[in-house]
């Protein structure tokens, strides 16, 4: 029932969504933004959010960075381990770990992102 009222909302408001209408220009930092949470939708299988996400941000649809460009400009060293996991995850993960006390002996990885790299079988995700 989620579904279909996600659905719902999405065709209602692209039946409403002024295409002539100019979009004000996106500065970059709300692109990265924007290309981060659609990467996160994408990979939760959040489609109808997605299809009102786009025109309502204003963002291009076809995707202005790659996920290499993305990562360099946030400073995130990807582990190809984890390069199907959206980067957002490795955001916080880094922040999780910047929190950790000193004291603490180093872990081999996030339990966050190991955790959530783990259910990256395609018969597992959500969306599949």
């Known amino acids: 029932m989620g579904q279909i009222r996600a659905r719902i ?3 209602i408001f692209q039946a409403l969504d ?3 209408a100019p979009k004000a220009k996106l500065s970059n930092e709300n692109l990265i933004i924007n290309e981060l949470i659609r990467e996160y939708m994408e ?3 959040y489609r109808h ?3 009102v996400f786009v025109p309502e941000s204003g963002q291009p649809v076809e995707k202005p960075f790659h996920r ?3 990562a360099h400009e946030l400073n995130i060293t990807e582990d190809p381990r984890y390069a199907q996991v959206p980067l957002l995850y490795s955001i916080i993960t880094a922040l999780q ?3 950790r006390p000193v004291i603490d002996p180093p872990r ?3 339990t966050f992102i190991t955790l959530l790299a783990s259910h990256c079988d395609p ?3 959500r969306h599949q």
């Open 108 to 110: 081999r990885q996030s």
């Open 97 to 99: 770990e910047s929190k």
């Open 18 to 20: 002024d295409k002539g």
């Open 49 to 51: 959010a997605l299809s």
């Open 68 to 70: 290499r460009f993305l």
């Open 9 to 11: 909302r999405a065709e």
């Open 123 to 125: 018969k597992l995700r």
């Open 43 to 45: 990979y939760n299988g």
